[in-house]
Protein backbone atom coordinates (compact mmCIF):
# COMPACT_ATOMS: atom_id res chain seq x y z
CA UNK A 1 0.00 0.00 0.00
CA UNK A 2 1.60 3.43 -0.82
CA UNK A 3 1.74 5.38 2.42
CA UNK A 4 3.50 8.91 3.75
CA UNK A 5 4.73 9.18 7.00
CA UNK A 6 6.38 11.68 8.65
CA UNK A 7 7.80 12.43 12.02
CA UNK A 8 7.58 13.74 14.18
CA UNK A 9 4.10 14.77 14.48
CA UNK A 10 4.71 17.96 16.03
CA UNK A 11 7.67 20.03 16.75
CA UNK A 12 8.69 23.26 19.43
CA UNK A 13 11.82 24.90 18.78
CA UNK A 14 13.40 28.16 19.71
CA UNK A 15 13.55 31.17 16.92
CA UNK A 16 17.64 31.14 15.40
CA UNK A 17 17.70 27.23 16.58
CA UNK A 18 18.10 24.52 13.04
CA UNK A 19 15.85 21.53 13.05
CA UNK A 20 15.01 18.22 10.37
CA UNK A 21 11.95 17.29 9.74
CA UNK A 22 11.06 13.90 8.30
CA UNK A 23 9.69 12.16 5.35
CA UNK A 24 9.62 7.81 4.69
CA UNK A 25 7.56 6.43 2.02
CA UNK A 26 6.51 3.37 0.12
CA UNK A 27 5.33 4.90 -3.15
CA UNK A 28 6.40 2.84 -5.88
CA UNK A 29 7.11 2.85 -8.53
CA UNK A 30 8.70 6.85 -7.26
CA UNK A 31 8.22 9.83 -9.34
CA UNK A 32 9.08 12.77 -7.57
CA UNK A 33 9.06 14.10 -3.91
CA UNK A 34 7.28 17.30 -2.85
CA UNK A 35 7.37 19.82 0.59
CA UNK A 36 4.76 22.09 1.07
CA UNK A 37 4.06 24.35 4.21
CA UNK A 38 0.77 25.29 4.80
CA UNK A 39 0.40 28.28 7.82
CA UNK A 40 -2.78 28.06 9.68
CA UNK A 41 -6.54 28.78 7.52
CA UNK A 42 -3.89 29.04 4.32
CA UNK A 43 -3.47 26.49 1.60
CA UNK A 44 -0.21 24.72 0.98
CA UNK A 45 2.72 26.59 -0.42
CA UNK A 46 5.02 24.39 -2.48
CA UNK A 47 8.78 24.71 -1.03
CA UNK A 48 10.75 21.97 -3.42
CA UNK A 49 9.96 19.17 -5.96
CA UNK A 50 12.42 16.35 -6.02
CA UNK A 51 12.83 13.79 -8.67
CA UNK A 52 14.77 10.32 -8.58
CA UNK A 53 18.02 11.59 -9.64
CA UNK A 54 18.12 14.64 -7.20
CA UNK A 55 19.67 14.38 -3.65
CA UNK A 56 19.38 17.55 -2.45
CA UNK A 57 17.65 21.03 -3.26
CA UNK A 58 17.39 24.11 -1.40
CA UNK A 59 15.14 27.01 -1.28
CA UNK A 60 16.70 29.46 0.64
CA UNK A 61 16.81 28.46 4.83
CA UNK A 62 14.40 25.14 3.41
CA UNK A 63 17.00 22.20 2.60
CA UNK A 64 15.57 18.85 1.26
CA UNK A 65 17.05 15.94 0.48
CA UNK A 66 15.99 12.86 -1.03
CA UNK A 67 17.98 8.97 -0.54
CA UNK A 68 15.34 7.03 -3.14
CA UNK A 69 17.51 3.64 -2.27
CA UNK A 70 15.93 3.96 1.81
CA UNK A 71 12.90 5.63 0.28
CA UNK A 72 13.46 8.56 2.92
CA UNK A 73 13.20 12.59 2.59
CA UNK A 74 14.57 14.99 5.19
CA UNK A 75 13.26 18.99 5.00
CA UNK A 76 16.17 20.62 7.10
CA UNK A 77 15.20 24.22 8.35
CA UNK A 78 17.79 26.62 9.18
CA UNK A 79 18.10 29.81 11.13
CA UNK A 80 14.30 29.25 11.87
CA UNK A 81 12.29 31.91 12.44
CA UNK A 82 8.84 33.12 13.75
CA UNK A 83 7.08 33.00 10.40
CA UNK A 84 8.36 29.57 9.58
CA UNK A 85 5.78 27.99 12.35
CA UNK A 86 3.40 26.11 10.15
CA UNK A 87 2.44 22.53 9.41
CA UNK A 88 5.00 20.89 7.04
CA UNK A 89 3.80 18.13 4.37
CA UNK A 90 5.66 15.52 2.46
CA UNK A 91 3.74 14.32 -0.65
CA UNK A 92 4.77 11.86 -3.22
CA UNK A 93 3.96 10.66 -6.69
CA UNK A 94 4.03 7.43 -7.95
CA UNK A 95 5.17 7.48 -11.72
CA UNK A 96 2.69 6.33 -13.79
CA UNK A 97 0.57 6.87 -11.31
CA UNK A 98 -3.13 8.94 -12.09
CA UNK A 99 -3.85 12.47 -10.40
CA UNK A 100 -5.12 10.72 -7.60
CA UNK A 101 -2.00 8.78 -6.76
CA UNK A 102 -0.65 11.88 -5.16
CA UNK A 103 0.14 10.40 -1.74
CA UNK A 104 -0.03 13.34 1.32
CA UNK A 105 1.31 12.73 4.39
CA UNK A 106 -0.65 14.35 7.90
CA UNK A 107 2.25 16.49 8.06
CA UNK A 108 4.66 17.92 11.18
CA UNK A 109 3.04 21.00 12.67
CA UNK A 110 5.91 23.03 13.71
CA UNK A 111 6.14 25.47 16.31
CA UNK A 112 9.05 28.64 16.39
CA UNK A 113 9.24 30.00 19.76
CA UNK A 114 10.90 33.39 21.05
CA UNK B 1 -3.11 38.83 -6.81
CA UNK B 2 -2.92 36.21 -9.49
CA UNK B 3 -2.74 33.53 -7.31
CA UNK B 4 -5.65 30.75 -6.73
CA UNK B 5 -8.68 32.29 -5.26
CA UNK B 6 -11.52 30.23 -3.55
CA UNK B 7 -15.19 31.57 -2.41
CA UNK B 8 -16.21 31.92 0.08
CA UNK B 9 -13.01 31.42 2.69
CA UNK B 10 -16.09 30.08 5.28
CA UNK B 11 -19.74 28.71 4.98
CA UNK B 12 -21.86 27.28 7.75
CA UNK B 13 -24.93 25.93 6.82
CA UNK B 14 -27.13 23.59 8.62
CA UNK B 15 -27.62 19.64 7.70
CA UNK B 16 -29.43 18.63 4.53
CA UNK B 17 -28.14 22.03 2.63
CA UNK B 18 -27.22 22.32 -0.21
CA UNK B 19 -23.63 24.11 -0.80
CA UNK B 20 -21.25 25.64 -3.47
CA UNK B 21 -18.02 26.45 -3.72
CA UNK B 22 -16.01 28.30 -6.55
CA UNK B 23 -12.82 28.50 -7.41
CA UNK B 24 -10.60 30.70 -10.26
CA UNK B 25 -7.35 28.89 -11.32
CA UNK B 26 -4.27 31.00 -12.23
CA UNK B 27 -4.91 31.90 -15.53
CA UNK B 28 -2.92 30.00 -18.54
CA UNK B 29 -3.54 26.43 -15.58
CA UNK B 30 -5.22 23.73 -17.63
CA UNK B 31 -5.24 21.70 -14.84
CA UNK B 32 -7.62 21.94 -11.57
CA UNK B 33 -8.05 20.02 -8.81
CA UNK B 34 -10.19 19.53 -5.68
CA UNK B 35 -9.18 18.07 -2.30
CA UNK B 36 -10.69 18.28 1.09
CA UNK B 37 -8.76 18.03 4.81
CA UNK B 38 -9.54 18.00 7.99
CA UNK B 39 -8.05 18.53 10.82
CA UNK B 40 -4.90 17.15 11.31
CA UNK B 41 -4.66 15.67 8.25
CA UNK B 42 -3.00 16.23 4.57
CA UNK B 43 -5.13 16.96 2.06
CA UNK B 44 -7.28 14.58 0.31
CA UNK B 45 -7.95 13.97 -3.73
CA UNK B 46 -11.77 14.27 -4.55
CA UNK B 47 -11.50 15.05 -8.36
CA UNK B 48 -9.33 17.32 -11.18
CA UNK B 49 -10.22 18.40 -14.47
CA UNK B 50 -7.61 19.21 -17.75
CA UNK B 51 -9.20 22.30 -19.37
CA UNK B 52 -13.19 21.39 -19.21
CA UNK B 53 -12.90 17.80 -19.05
CA UNK B 54 -12.51 15.82 -15.73
CA UNK B 55 -10.22 13.38 -16.24
CA UNK B 56 -10.83 11.49 -12.78
CA UNK B 57 -12.88 11.24 -9.60
CA UNK B 58 -11.92 9.39 -6.03
CA UNK B 59 -14.04 7.25 -4.12
CA UNK B 60 -14.32 9.97 -1.88
CA UNK B 61 -16.55 11.82 -4.44
CA UNK B 62 -20.05 10.50 -3.23
CA UNK B 63 -23.11 10.99 -5.54
CA UNK B 64 -24.07 14.06 -3.24
CA UNK B 65 -21.31 15.72 -4.68
CA UNK B 66 -20.46 17.52 -8.15
CA UNK B 67 -17.77 19.41 -9.49
CA UNK B 68 -17.75 21.60 -12.74
CA UNK B 69 -15.59 23.44 -14.99
CA UNK B 70 -17.60 24.50 -18.01
CA UNK B 71 -15.31 26.63 -19.94
CA UNK B 72 -11.98 25.23 -18.57
CA UNK B 73 -11.16 28.26 -16.27
CA UNK B 74 -13.21 28.54 -13.01
CA UNK B 75 -14.76 25.27 -11.09
CA UNK B 76 -17.44 24.89 -8.82
CA UNK B 77 -18.08 22.11 -6.52
CA UNK B 78 -21.42 21.47 -5.53
CA UNK B 79 -22.33 19.29 -2.56
CA UNK B 80 -26.48 18.48 -2.22
CA UNK B 81 -27.93 17.18 1.17
CA UNK B 82 -25.18 17.57 3.61
CA UNK B 83 -23.93 15.80 6.51
CA UNK B 84 -21.95 16.85 9.31
CA UNK B 85 -18.76 14.42 8.17
CA UNK B 86 -18.90 17.09 5.19
CA UNK B 87 -17.45 19.75 7.99
CA UNK B 88 -14.12 20.37 6.42
CA UNK B 89 -11.69 22.33 4.18
CA UNK B 90 -12.06 21.74 0.75
CA UNK B 91 -8.79 22.85 -1.06
CA UNK B 92 -8.68 23.74 -4.81
CA UNK B 93 -5.28 23.86 -6.91
CA UNK B 94 -4.36 24.65 -10.18
CA UNK B 95 -1.44 23.59 -12.16
CA UNK B 96 0.46 23.78 -16.02
CA UNK B 97 0.40 20.50 -17.88
CA UNK B 98 2.37 20.66 -20.83
CA UNK B 99 2.36 16.94 -21.25
CA UNK B 100 5.30 13.91 -19.60
CA UNK B 101 6.30 13.94 -16.44
CA UNK B 102 4.07 15.45 -13.56
CA UNK B 103 6.34 17.69 -12.38
CA UNK B 104 4.93 21.34 -12.09
CA UNK B 105 3.90 22.57 -8.51
CA UNK B 106 0.12 22.42 -8.00
CA UNK B 107 -0.73 25.76 -6.56
CA UNK B 108 -3.30 25.94 -3.88
CA UNK B 109 -6.15 28.38 -2.66
CA UNK B 110 -6.71 29.12 0.47
CA UNK B 111 -9.44 26.75 0.57
CA UNK B 112 -13.29 26.76 1.73
CA UNK B 113 -14.23 25.69 5.09
CA UNK B 114 -17.23 24.41 5.42
CA UNK B 115 -18.98 24.08 9.03
CA UNK B 116 -22.53 21.86 9.49
CA UNK B 117 -24.63 22.43 11.63
Known amino acids: KNQVEQSPQSLIILEGKNCTLQCNYTVSPFSNLRWYKQDTGRGPVSLTI?????NTKSNGRYTATLDADTKQSSLHITASQLSDSASYIC?????????????FGKGTKLSVKP | DTGVSQDPRHKITKRGQNVTFRCDPI?????LYWYRQTLGQGPEFLTY????????KSRLLSDRFSAERPKGSFSTLEIQRTEQGDSAMYLCASSLWAGGSSNQPQHFGDGTRLSIL
Open chain 1, 50 to 54: MTFSE
Open chain 2, 27 to 31: SEHNR
Open chain 2, 49 to 56: FQNEAQLE
Open chain 1, 91 to 103: VVSARGGSQGNLI
